[in-house]
């Protein structure tokens, strides 16, 4: 055997250690994740269970007024599970959040919507009262229910109105003017009725960390925070996140 056979032979056991070695590293991360995974999943369970319990006594002191519009938006699939959304908002409503608005991408919230008020004994729809004094009346639930499609025929038809009325300036002499600005669109949008009141937070309840194409220009405020599946709905999960959010604001005075 010459010196060439051995060094290809060494090169060789060589790579295939350090293969070994990556695979061993990269289970040996994926055991140390999954560990980490475990204890944070229970350890959220443990206070939940502590929190709906009564033992964490911070929690106590929610200061739900601050919260005058909560959004909570709600992956399609599992949105077809009425009861734990009804579950959601008699817990809200205990709480003292009055004022939610329910969004799912296909409508299926909206579709029950009649089951859900028929759950809800002190719910109204936003339709049925004045949004000024919905935000500010605490002896029943107010209820909106939005899907993708409502954003998107909104803007369209606030599209079309500002074009409209651009179009009669150019005609009577003006100057036709291409750019669309924020305030336009905003008050476009509170014509054809589709500017609603700016949810102070939004709870997202499914496995993608997104807002699954709520109407964007009523979230420029809103702070956003993911809940996780549906189908693992805590009270004391609700009342931390509402928790969390009221003792920012209150530090800061809003």
Known sequence: MDFRDLAHKFSRCIVTIGNLGLQLLWY???IILSAWYFISVVG???ESYFISCG???KYKSLHSGK???LAIVIESE???QISRVVKLLQWLDIIGVKNVCLYDMNGVLKKSKETIFKELKNAKSIEEVNEVVALHDPDHMTLEFLSYADGKEAVAKAA???????LKRHELGGELDLILLEPQLNEALQIVGSKGPEPDLLLVYGPVRSHLGFPAWRLRYTEIIHMGSLNFLRYGSLMKAIYNFTKVHQNYGT
Not at 160 to 166: A, C, P, S, W
């Open 28 to 30: 040996f991360l994926r």
């Open 44 to 46: 959220n369970l443990f």
């Open 55 to 57: 033992v964490l006594k």
């Open 67 to 69: 919260v005058r519009y």
């Open 78 to 80: 599992e949105a077809y």
């Open 160 to 166: 079309n109105l500002i074009f409209v009325e651009h």
